[in-house]
């Protein structure tokens, strides 16, 4: 008889969250550390994950028209440094290539740390005429910004992503491209993720580097922190210029072409582990979860009983569900802890008394409630179950979000709530970039975004007090 | 009106296959040359098709239980010298970041050329006893390697591919995997590529580094070339000593583990290309093609046409079909040249004659042949076509494998046949690296495998005479 590994203890959430998330991405099996500092292995849980994401997404990408490319991993220098605000704002944070088959390369290359001027090179090699465009184009790849403080997915130094970069003719499609797919991240954090989310636009500071304007969807984690979980820029002509990237129009007139990019990233798993974990592990969104059902067999060695869960099963997996059957060695209570530590909404249990009297033990993750089923009508019991514990997620994300959300009409009153509140704090505010900072400065939170959802919660600035119908939330983040 | 663009010519596969190649990657639109040597970016149709590829492959890879992960993207230079072999064979041609952050950093760090070493790192890791093996893995990813002279798909310093790492308790597991997954390459491309494969064994001296044996599938191209499409590495527990990994056994006994791992690339699409292409472009097994058929209306403008175009698309897609409508304003010849090209199985034209007749006329790529099918039938026309089409461009790559095959029983004899006809030449070979080395100095050719299926062409070394009952292939190489 094996040994039985005990499912560990994590911290609990009330007493550090840090701690606790540190906790459950090893003990969950998402992640394991590499020898280079702030890279890490995703594991096949954590791949899983991944996968269901990229797989969800990828379809929305290509129903709005997309085309997937995949652009090299390396910029020269020459080419990082043709967009002075971009090369600014990445320049400091990448990883040199300094010499490549035992010789000293002619000209440093970089790890790409976002691909804009790869697509701009490319773009001015394949756009001549208005027939080029537009050109809608993704790509899934990871990326290297060399941070100084890391974390397991939400920072790290080489992460992956999805980065879309998109050409058009004119700037009202390109802008409406910007939104379109800014909506597409809101619509899957919501829809798959059970992730409410803010959508608005970034401040000046925060725009991404070379970007006009970047929109952005924020959410609030469980411990009263912001995370910004995808952003969608739009670029103007700025880029085409730098790179003199022309077309000729319907006229057969020279003009430049109007550029957006937007990125989602692994980050997302942080978010989802932040939004729904309690102090049992990991909680998965059915729509994403690798695994939506462990059927667990009780008392397997009894006649019929491993059977009947193969059996189940088999009837699960045909009703299109993801199943895993857990006929290890392990008591039933370990196996319930750890399948609870990796978040798998929703347990079966099956026994010799459940086949007795034909029927199946369901136990929802998020709840902890059991209910039991007819065995013949297993399927429909489980599949409308994952659709509740869909909707519950949601709705306790939804709650977590209003409740973390406050609002103040004086710099005092945001400090206060930013020192024992902490969450999003709603205000309004003049615009002006030296508010912005001075807020930081007394309270250590970050503009998030002025929301489209604007509230009128007044008519002057919570910093000076100016007139302004302008809303905007701040928080601390990640 | 829109001014047509020609579909530029190419050059002949006999007047120079070189140029032909080059010429159809580019205007098939498959990749694009960045400012980085040796790094090309695969535009949507390359893409789609590696889409296909992955998915086709991956699905093989999780039947037969394999999981994804993501490993990190760099080696410490301490970490790739940790396995001699290894590191001989891959140190002189990694790419080294030696900055990072505007920083130098304490230990250079290779771009991974292939991650064996990352996998032993991790591994080391999780695995403690029997119960935590075997460890089936696989991962999707682009690897690095500075290549001096460079060509699309075929030889780049950046390549996408696929790394299966695997590690087992026993020797005897380990092999069987070793050549499961060398089977299951060999089923992918002769199942959905339509190419036929030599499968055998490397010689020691092109064993991969670090490896106790390399299985490879060798593929024969139109110009009677040899093509490496994939190769399975059994490592023994040599890696595993390296590194220290070792695992307790059910007998509670310290053991090392066995490794293999096994890995298939983008050059697969060079081979496909060499395949199966023609002086008109591609030609693209169906099974795999990103479009399988292409619908152009014939008099667009006329009534019904378009919208019966649309209409047949739309019932094409409904029976499962990669369909793509062109209703773009180019005149139909440029469409057919475009679509010919670009190597589309199957081309199906409606015109107003065709409509009155209720009729489509179905034109195949590999054959040229054109034929008509009631309009109501279309579905089981197309399927049917081509599954005829994908069945002939496997016929017609057999025929080519076997019209490119000879045999030599002397080195004069060989000689002649590699100056003069090139393919592959099978020998009677006494296993000495000497001979080896010998044939490649006197034909040219390097040996391409010992294949599993083997002939009694003879008992003696073509080299040296010695008795041998060890029949290899030989070839020259891409």
């Given at each position: 008889?094996?040994?039985?590994?005990?499912v560990?203890q994590?911290?609990a959430?009330?007493?550090?969250?840090?701690?606790w998330?540190t906790?459950?991405?090893?003990k969950a099996e998402?992640i394991?550390?590499?020898?280079?500092k702030?890279?890490?292995i995703?594991?096949?849980y954590?791949h899983?994950?991944?996968e269901?994401?990229?797989?969800?997404?990828?379809?929305?990408f290509k129903?709005t028209g997309?085309e997937?490319?995949?652009?090299p991993?390396?910029?020269?220098?020459?080419l990082?440094q043709?967009e002075k605000d971009?090369?600014?704002?990445?320049?400091?944070?990448?990883?040199?290539i300094t010499h490549?088959?035992?010789e000293?390369l002619?000209?440093?290359?970089c790890?790409?740390?976002?691909s804009?001027v790869?697509?701009?090179?490319?773009y001015?090699h394949?756009?001549?005429?208005w027939r080029?465009?537009?050109?809608l184009?993704?790509q899934?790849c990871s990326?290297?910004?060399w941070?100084?403080?890391t974390?397991?997915f939400?920072?790290?130094?080489?992460?992956?992503?999805q980065?879309?970069?998109?050409?058009?003719?004119?700037?009202?499609?390109?802008?409406?491209e910007?939104?379109?797919?800014?909506n597409?991240?809101a619509?899957?954090?919501e829809?798959?993720l059970?992730?409410p989310?803010?959508?608005?636009q970034?401040?000046?500071?925060?725009?991404?580097?070379?970007a006009?304007?970047?929109?952005?969807?924020?959410?609030?984690?469980?411990?009263?922190?912001?995370?910004?979980s995808g952003?969608?820029h739009?670029?103007?002509?700025g880029f085409?210029?730098?790179?003199?990237?022309q077309f000729?129009?319907r006229?057969?007139?020279?003009?430049?072409?109007?550029?957006?990019?937007w990125?989602?990233s692994t980050?997302?798993?942080?978010?989802i582990i932040?939004?729904?974990?309690?102090?049992?592990?990991l909680?998965?969104?059915p729509?994403?979860?690798?695994?939506q059902?462990?059927?667990i067999?009780?008392?397997?060695?009894k006649?019929g009983?491993?059977d009947a869960a193969r059996?189940?099963?088999?009837?699960l997996?045909a009703?299109?569900?993801?199943?895993?059957?857990?006929?290890g060695d392990?008591s039933?209570?370990?196996?319930?802890?750890?399948?609870?530590?990796?978040g798998v909404p929703l347990?079966?249990?099956?026994?010799?008394?459940?086949l007795a009297e034909?029927?199946?033990v369901?136990?929802?993750?998020?709840?902890?409630?059991?209910?039991?089923?007819?065995l013949?009508?297993?399927?429909?019991?489980v599949?409308?179950l994952?659709?509740?514990?869909?909707?519950?997620?949601?709705?306790a994300?939804?709650t977590n979000?209003?409740?973390?959300?406050?609002?103040a009409a004086s710099l005092?009153?945001m400090r206060?709530?930013?020192?024992?509140r902490?969450?999003f704090?709603k205000?309004?505010w003049c615009?002006?970039?030296?508010c912005?900072?001075k807020?930081?400065?007394v309270t250590g939170?970050?503009s998030?975004?002025?929301?489209?959802?604007?509230e009128?919660?007044?008519?002057?600035c919570?910093?000076?007090g100016?007139?302004?119908?302008?809303?905007?939330?701040w928080?601390?983040q990640?």
């Open positions: 008889m094996a040994t039985e590994k005990k560990e994590i911290t959430r009330d007493v550090d969250f840090a701690q998330y906790d459950v991405v090893k998402l394991d550390y590499s020898s280079v702030g890279c890490v995703l594991r096949p954590a899983a994950l991944w269901n994401i990229q797989r969800t997404l990828d379809g929305m129903e997309h997937n490319v995949s652009m991993l390396f910029i020269p220098e020459s990082l043709k971009h090369v600014e704002g990445f320049a400091p944070e990448v990883a040199w490549g088959g035992g000293p002619t000209e440093r290359l790890v790409r740390p976002t804009e790869l697509f701009c090179e490319h001015a394949i756009i001549q005429s080029d465009l537009p050109k184009y993704n899934w990326v290297v910004r941070e100084k403080t974390r397991p939400l920072r790290s130094r080489e992460f992956w992503w980065e879309g970069h998109t050409i058009h003719a004119t700037r009202e499609e390109a802008e409406e910007t939104l379109r797919m800014l597409v991240y619509t899957f954090a829809e798959s059970a992730m989310v803010i959508k608005g970034k401040t000046a500071s925060e725009r991404f580097a070379g006009e304007n970047t929109y952005t969807i924020e959410c609030m984690m469980h411990d009263g922190q912001a995370l910004q952003t969608s739009f670029f103007g002509d085409a210029r730098a790179f003199n990237i000729t129009d006229n057969n007139t020279l003009q430049y072409p109007f550029q957006t990019s990125g989602l980050r997302i798993i942080g978010g932040m939004t729904h974990g309690d102090d049992n592990g909680i998965l969104p729509r994403i979860a690798p695994v059902v462990v059927v067999p009780v008392a397997a060695h006649p009983v491993l059996a189940l099963c088999a009837r997996r009703a299109g569900l993801r199943v895993r059957l857990d006929d392990q039933p209570g370990w196996k319930f802890a750890e399948h609870e530590m990796k347990r079966v249990e099956l026994g010799p008394r459940d034909n029927r199946c369901l136990a929802c993750r998020d709840t902890g409630a059991k209910q039991t089923a007819p013949d009508q297993a399927e429909t019991a599949a409308a994952l659709e509740e514990i869909q909707a519950r997620l949601l709705d994300a939804r979000l209003r409740e973390r959300t406050h609002t005092e009153e206060h709530i930013a020192q024992t902490g969450g704090v205000t309004m615009g002006d970039g030296a912005e900072e807020v930081r400065e939170m970050k998030r975004c002025i929301p489209f959802a604007q009128p919660l007044g008519d002057t919570v910093c000076c100016a007139k302004t119908d302008t809303m905007i939330y928080g601390f990640y």
